[in-house]
Nanobody, 122 residues
Framework: QVQLVESGGGLVQAGGSLRLSCVAS????????MAWFRRAPGKEREFVAA????????NYVDSVKGRFTISRDNAKNTVYLQMNALKPEDTAVYYC???????????????WGQGTQVTVSS
């Protein structure tokens, strides 16, 4: 069994920053790619960012490129999402998930966190 627990969400003004954390317990994901997704009010779940097993490879949805940075610390079983220059459109519940095997393999994701709320005011 694996548990993913997100933290770091909150309320921030447009242009501000937040850093989300996702801590895995029960089994490490040191050899698995991980991803962040989000669900905004009234919208479908959206892929945000992914990171390869060793952090060498990253991928982002176009809307967050240049603003968000995904990283990981395998020694701490933790994945991060640094969010800068936040916009009201970034308001959503953010979820950590893994293992991530690409956009056509969402069904391969076995574990999801409970989500953390990010609210960006204008």
């Amino acid at each position: 069994q694996v548990q993913l627990v997100e933290s770091g969400g909150g309320l921030v003004q447009a242009g501000g920053s937040l850093r989300l954390s996702c801590v895995a317990s029960g089994r490490t994901f040191n050899l698995a790619a991980m991803a962040w997704f989000r669900r905004a009010p009234g919208k479908e779940r959206e892929f945000v960012a992914a990171i390869g097993w060793n952090g060498a490879t990253t991928n982002y949805v176009d809307s967050v490129k240049g603003r968000f940075t995904i990283s990981r610390d395998n020694a701490k079983n933790t994945v991060y999402l640094q969010m800068n220059a936040l916009k009201p459109e970034d308001t959503a519940v953010y979820y950590c998930a893994g293992p991530y095997k690409g956009p056509d393999r969402i069904a391969a994701i076995d574990y999801w966190g409970q989500g953390t709320q990010v609210t960006v005011s204008s």
